[in-house]
């Protein structure tokens, strides 16, 4: 993938060092030995944000972060995306949304609350998606609700090179259905729903690849390109991207702290028993610093 063939020593901060190591064959890194409520050195900052640029995926086990300490973290990339719908009011921050299926009072506490969730990147759908999202995990069922993240740096390098001129300039129309397909993909989206239209192939702004920059939640067809043909190349391209040979599954534990590259990763959601409790903790980096 371009990425950490081997386990990396990064600089040392007081009390040790900070390693990170591939999560799989596929995407994302971990990185070891790090109390985010703690202040990073510039230096092992750096190292870890080029880890993430290059693996799509950084994950930090352990945590135990407050809202305060995870917004303070994640104002190290850039700023910070406000939360439009807070829930029943569980947060005072303005750059924090819960991800929940826990009710109080007969209400929910947060957004996106039960099983399945079709592959995608986060707020594709406007002019400016957002760069990263940071996902906490607090409270997570028995079995599933796992987070699969896909590697489009792997997937654009493994199309063919017919294919890969097809889609040059090719750009395709991302909508948002909330109410209709929050999760998995609908039919026909309402009117008037959020929309965007945006190029198939993305080169990422830090590392320079290329990158394939479509979903099967949210992309809706290929500008201007008759429906047939638009819905097969979409079809193709989907299968393509979520093969096994691109994805990393985490299964969550409490303390987990995962971020993702919008620009280069998709993800989805594994379904689970709605019964059991489900508490994350989510803040998003619109820009870079």
């Not at 060092?17 to 790090?34: C, F, H, S």
């Not at 703690?38 to 880890?51: G, K, L, Q, T």
């Not at 995870?70 to 807070?86: I, M, P, S």
Request: charged share 25%; hydrophobic share 40%; aromatic share 8%.
């Amino acid at each position: 993938m371009g990425g950490l063939a081997q386990d990396e020593m990064l600089a040392p901060i007081p009390g040790g060092a900070v390693a990170v190591r591939p999560l799989n064959d596929a995407i994302g890194v971990e990185a070891v030995g790090l109390d985010l409520r703690e202040e990073i050195p510039d230096s092992v900052f750096e190292a870890i944000r080029d880890a993430w640029h290059r693996n799509c995926v950084i994950l930090f086990r352990g945590q135990n972060l407050d809202e305060g300490a995870q917004v303070n973290f994640a104002r190290r990339f850039g700023e910070l995306g406000k939360v439009l719908h807070q829930h029943n009011g569980r947060t005072s921050l303005p750059g924090v949304m819960y991800i929940s299926n826990i009710r109080e009072n007969g209400q929910l506490i947060g957004a996106l609350p039960d099983g399945e969730m079709y592959f995608h990147s986060d707020q594709c759908y406007i002019e400016s998606p957002s760069v990263a999202t940071m996902l906490y995990a607090m409270e997570v069922p028995s079995k599933g609700g796992d987070t699969i993240f896909a590697n489009m740096f792997a997937a654009y390098d493994a199309l063919s090179d017919e294919m890969k001129v097809r889609l040059e300039g090719l750009r395709a129309l991302n909508v948002y259905d909330y109410q209709n397909a929050a999760t998995v993909r609908g039919s026909e989206p309402r009117e008037g729903v959020p929309a965007w239209a945006h190029p198939v192939v993305r080169t990422h702004s830090a590392t320079g690849r290329k990158a394939l920059y479509l979903n099967r939640l949210m992309t809706h067809h290929i500008v201007g390109m008759d429906r047939a043909e638009s819905d097969a190349l979409l079809d193709e391209l989907f299968a393509h991207q979520e093969q096994e040979r691109f994805i990393y599954a985490h299964v969550w534990k409490p303390g987990d702290l995962i971020m993702w590259d919008n620009r280069s990763s998709l993800h989805a959601r594994s379904d689970f028993d709605a019964s059991e409790r489900r508490l994350m903790r989510r803040t998003v980096v619109v820009r870079e610093n």
